[in-house]
């Protein structure tokens, strides 16, 4: 099969379009859709000048979606006066698993000559993911305790970073995966939130000094083509699943849309316009209420809270008393 644009040979037939693409043209569309996505989002500010610049942190895993938008920014961005890119990367403590991954984050930031910052749960919280998942005084799947974790590293070093915007490399299939979940479990404050944390513009966000305004730029690039530009661009990603990887019901979903996109493509496309459009109104309905925003310090970390102590906290509380 040749490639719709030039003739050359394809490497990529993309059902939800009907088009075939050439090495060149892959690239040149995710790109295309990335810097759109970032237009749309209005994610640079008309405040942002060479004696202003704002500060982008990127979550860098050193897997492949993280890799292929640190890439993108950094080649879009890289030499804008008026953008400043800083990766943040945390190490969980997983034997075997994360160090080769921030090998390869290391190599990348390198590369691209852009600021690279290493956190990790044991210097932060003096736990290791190895040793939660040995002891699990909560009785829940290794992903509930990282996501905690991960989460408030990444908003905590954002914030001391003097980050304007918090980028992670969620990609189309996954905020598709993420949207059923919430509907299949009926959780419209959490559609609200998914909806504060990564969709639409920040004009609102950006008034409030609770949380550092998220961005997700790959989030309309589905996950093969986020593996194919990663491999036809040679990028340093280590592509290999988390030993501890147990979420079940995600999985149920990520073969259920799998099979749908396979019978019906354009399945997530879809998805994804109509749930940006009821999760734009549902944050509009829990800001209307005064949900969500009665929000205060945690007693023992002081970070942002609903309740008397985070959820960080709480579970940090359980391994202590193991």
Same mark, same amino acid.
């Given at each position: 099969?040749?490639?719709?644009?030039?003739?050359?040979?394809?490497?990529?037939?993309?059902?939800?379009?009907?088009?075939?693409?050439?090495? /060149?043209? =892959?690239?040149?569309?995710? #790109?295309?859709? $990335? !810097?759109?996505?970032?237009?749309?989002? *209005?994610?640079?500010?008309?405040?942002?000048?060479?004696?202003?610049?704002?500060?982008?942190?990127?979550?860098?895993?050193?897997?492949?979606?993280?890799?292929?938008?640190?890439?993108?920014?950094?080649?879009?961005?890289?030499?804008?006066?008026?953008?400043?890119?800083?990766?943040?990367?945390?190490?969980?403590?997983?034997?075997?698993?994360?160090?080769?991954?921030?090998?390869?984050?290391?190599?990348?930031?390198?590369?691209?000559?852009?600021?690279? /910052?290493? =956190?990790?749960?044991?210097? #932060?919280?003096? $736990? !290791?993911?190895?040793?939660?998942?040995? *002891?699990?005084?909560?009785?829940?799947?290794?992903?509930?305790?990282?996501?905690?974790?991960?989460?408030?590293?990444?908003?905590?070093?954002?914030?001391?970073?003097?980050?304007?915007?918090?980028?992670?490399?969620?990609?189309?299939?996954?905020?598709?995966?993420?949207?059923?979940?919430?509907?299949?479990?009926?959780?419209?404050?959490?559609?609200?939130?998914?909806?504060?944390?990564?969709?639409?513009?920040?004009?609102?966000?950006?008034?409030?000094?609770?949380? =550092?305004?998220?961005?997700?730029?790959?989030?309309?690039?589905?996950?093969?083509?986020?593996?194919?530009?990663?491999?036809?661009?040679?990028?340093?990603?280590?592509?290999?699943?988390?030993?501890?990887?147990?979420?079940?019901?995600?999985?149920?979903?990520?073969?259920?849309?799998?099979?749908?996109?396979?019978?019906?493509?354009?399945?997530?496309?879809?998805?994804?316009?109509?749930?940006?459009?009821?999760?734009?109104?549902?944050?509009?309905?829990?800001?209307?209420?005064?949900?969500?925003?009665?929000?205060?310090?945690?007693?023992?970390?002081?970070?942002?809270?609903?309740?008397?102590?985070?959820?960080?906290?709480?579970?940090?509380?359980?391994?202590?008393?193991?």
């Amino acid at each position: 099969m040749d490639c719709d644009r030039c003739g050359s040979e394809a490497v990529m037939n993309a059902a939800y379009s009907g088009a075939h693409l050439c090495e /060149e043209h =892959v690239t040149r569309s995710v #790109e295309k859709r $990335v !810097r759109r996505r970032i237009r749309e989002d *209005d994610m640079l500010s008309d405040e942002a000048t060479p004696e202003n610049p704002e500060t982008w942190v990127i979550g860098l895993s050193g897997g492949k979606d993280s890799v292929v938008l640190t890439e993108i920014l950094a080649d879009t961005f890289g030499k804008d006066p008026r953008v400043e890119l800083v990766a943040l990367s945390i190490h969980e403590g997983i034997e075997g698993y994360r160090d080769e991954s921030l090998a390869a984050s290391e190599e990348l930031t390198a590369d691209l000559e852009i600021a690279h /910052e290493v =956190v990790g749960y044991e210097e #932060e919280f003096g $736990v !290791r993911m190895d040793d939660v998942v040995e *002891d699990d005084p909560e009785n829940m799947a290794p992903c509930a305790y990282c996501g905690v974790f991960r989460r408030d590293l990444l908003e905590d070093y954002a914030e001391q970073l003097g980050a304007d915007k918090l980028l992670t490399g969620h990609n189309l299939d996954d905020e598709a995966q993420t949207a059923l979940m919430n509907f299949l479990e009926g959780d419209v404050k959490q559609v609200a939130k998914h909806f504060d944390a990564s969709i639409g513009g920040f004009e609102d966000r950006e008034e409030s000094d609770s949380f =550092v305004p998220r961005a997700k730029p790959l989030r309309d690039i589905p996950e093969k083509e986020v593996a194919l530009y990663a491999h036809l661009n040679d990028l340093p990603a280590h592509i290999t699943e988390c030993p501890h990887a147990s979420e079940a019901y995600r999985g149920e979903i990520q073969e259920l849309l799998l099979k749908l996109e396979e019978n019906h493509p354009g399945t997530r496309h879809s998805i994804m316009a109509g749930y940006e459009e009821l999760a734009s109104l549902a944050a509009d309905s829990y800001d209307d209420d005064g949900n969500g925003k009665d929000l205060g310090e945690c007693e023992r970390c002081g970070s942002t809270t609903s309740g008397d102590v985070c959820r960080k906290c709480r579970l940090l509380a359980s391994m202590e008393a193991v």
